[in-house]
């Protein structure tokens, strides 16, 4: 789901190894990180609200990270083989990507296991009324939205997945509402993944990401064609997971202001890393993680970068 926003906090994460819970009953976990988190881009709110030029980068801004996270499930059924659960999914979490959900899981005979989520948060913010006036101060205003996934993981006991989703986005008092940059949008999104074992410890997920963004402006929307890779090692007591992607959107139209169709490309880079057992403490675990993303626009407007690290202390209860 990160691609449906451009946000540092979407780095947010720890490391994990998926797993059925062991019994009936309640079970989560809540971690507290502290960190830093840069942002560079035209559309924070927390830069410079007047612009002079549509041609110039915006300004690097970095501020302090208290991030609290966790998740609450109930597992119940024959086998343990339904769950639901609110908060941060560990799956999620460990590849980079903080969505908060509301959702239930169903594993059935056939070894995929069903997952249906609601995320009521992920396309909330701030952002500009009219991120493109020039020499006024800008206004703030919100973004809303909902979005909707479904995940098949493990289809018929292989190791391959998918992860669909449908999301809409709802800018408040959108000055550019009625022109070919407006922004209130609805979004699809799958994802294939698959997993290889590599030994009894480490493992590589390959992915594959399409995202269609229909905006009511065409300038404003795209199709995007991504890449993923995930590695994941245990080693010890050590957990590490590395995550790099690569996404290319290609915009509909030309807008009047640039004159230029859009065309952006993005990287990201995610590491996270786990020590169970910190101190010797049960259930607690000392945890780390360091994000990096980078977008190269063929307009230097939508020039975007943000670099996250944070640590902090993890409880499973």
């Known amino acids: ?12 994460a720890m490391p994990a190894f998926a797993q059925p819970a062991p019994q009936k009953g309640f079970s989560g976990e809540i971690s507290l990180n502290a960190g830093i988190i840069s942002a560079t881009s035209n559309f924070n709110v927390d830069g410079d609200a007047t612009i002079s030029s549509l041609e110039n980068k915006a300004d690097s801004e970095t501020e302090g990270l208290i991030a609290p996270l966790g998740n609450v499930s109930y597992t119940f059924g024959d086998g343990l083989k339904q769950q639901v659960y609110f908060g941060t999914t560990r799956e999620d979490i460990a590849v980079g990507t903080l969505a908060v959900q509301l959702g239930y899981k169903h594993k059935l005979s ?8 609601f995320l009521p948060t992920v396309i909330s913010g701030e952002t500009w009324q009219n991120p493109y006036e020039l020499n006024t101060p800008r206004q703030e205003t919100d973004i809303s939205g909902n979005a909707y996934r479904l995940q098949l993981n493990s289809i018929s006991g292989s190791n391959f997945s998918l992860d669909l989703a449908f999301a809409t986005t709802d800018v408040e008092d959108d000055l550019t ?5 407006a922004r209130d949008a609805e979004s699809y999104y799958a994802k294939g993944s698959y997993r290889f074992t590599l030994s009894q410890t480490s493992f590589v997920s390959p992915s594959a990401i399409y995202i269609q963004h229909d905006a009511d402006g065409r300038a404003s929307s795209f199709d995007a064609y991504g890449a993923e890779v995930s590695w994941f090692n245990l080693l010890g007591r050590h957990r590490l997971v590395l995550t790099a992607g690569f996404t290319q959107r290609d915009y509909d139209s030309a ?18 890393y786990e020590y169970p057992e910190f101190m010797g403490w049960k259930d607690w675990s000392f945890i780390s993680f360091a994000g990096y993303g980078d977008t190269q626009s063929n307009l230097t407007y939508y020039d975007e970068s943000s670099y996250l690290f944070a640590v902090g202390l993890n409880y499973k209860f």
């Open 1 to 12: 789901m990160k691609k449906y926003l451009a946000l540092p906090a979407l780095f947010i």
């Open 255 to 272: 807008s009047t202001l640039f004159n230029k169709k859009r065309s952006d490309d993005e990287l990201s880079l995610f590491g996270a």
């Open 110 to 117: 056939s070894g995929t296991e069903v997952d249906v989520s």
């Open 177 to 181: 509402a009625g022109t070919d940059l």
